[in-house]
């Protein structure tokens, strides 16, 4: 009987390592896939610093066929994607594009497919600041940090929960600016669909 009991609580032992060990190579495997480094990005969201609202001096006044918006910008959050924003309002690059979709609390423009202009080349984005109601973001290709070009939202309310990283999209998207005279005339926009035309940009010292 005791020698009996030994032979069942040895098996009883192995058994037990067996499980441990698988155990211990599923959650080592796990954690090297893509879909778990995904899932770990999701945690990770930029402290918002003292500076990260700072406007720049040089603001941009933008002029639609229906009226004009005005919006400061955010280069200490999104240096590049502020740069080269500035870039292409300076180059008239945006001059002709359309304010041309309602996408539920988004207003979303520059889209230069249709207007004969070259594609901007896509950058990466630079999650910072949260999607707050007035403010301006980048779009991008779901889960696909490096495709920012030239289109962007205009936030219609606090989008924060859903474009935050781990929202809608593993990274979040991109703010930049903030409408800051003019609201009425996005507002006007939305009710006409996005049928909107940029007519001329321009950067003014505040």
């Known amino acids: 009987m005791r020698h009996g009991s030994g032979k069942e609580g040895g098996r009883r032992f192995v058994d037990w390592l067996e499980i441990i060990f698988f155990l211990v190579l599923f959650c080592y495997v796990y954690t090297l896939t893509p879909r778990a480094q995904e899932f770990a990005s999701r945690s990770t969201t930029p402290p918002i610093t003292s500076t990260s609202r700072v406007f720049d001096t ?21 240096p590049k994607t ?10 008239n690059y945006y001059v002709g594009c359309d304010f041309y979709k309602v996408y539920n609390t988004l207003l ?18 630079e999650y910072h600041l949260p999607n ?9 290709l779901a889960d696909e940090p490096t495709t920012t070009a030239s289109e962007f939202y205009i936030n219609l309310s606090d989008n924060t929960e859903w474009l935050q990283p781990g929202g809608y999209d593993v990274h979040g998207y991109t703010v930049f600016g903030q409408v800051i005279t003019g609201w009425e005339v996005v507002l006007e926009a939305v009710k006409k669909g996005g049928n909107v035309k940029i007519v001329s940009t321009t950067l003014y010292l505040d």
């Open 82 to 91: 502020v740069a080269r924003f500035k870039d292409s309002i300076k180059s």
């Open 58 to 78: 040089e603001k941009v006044r933008m002029v639609l066929d229906i009226g004009t918006i005005e919006i400061a910008l955010y280069p200490n959050a999104a």
């Open 108 to 125: 979303q423009g520059g889209c230069e497919h249709t207007k004969g202009k070259e594609a901007l080349k896509p950058m990466a984005h």
């Open 132 to 140: 707050t109601k007035r403010t301006l973001s980048m779009v991008k």
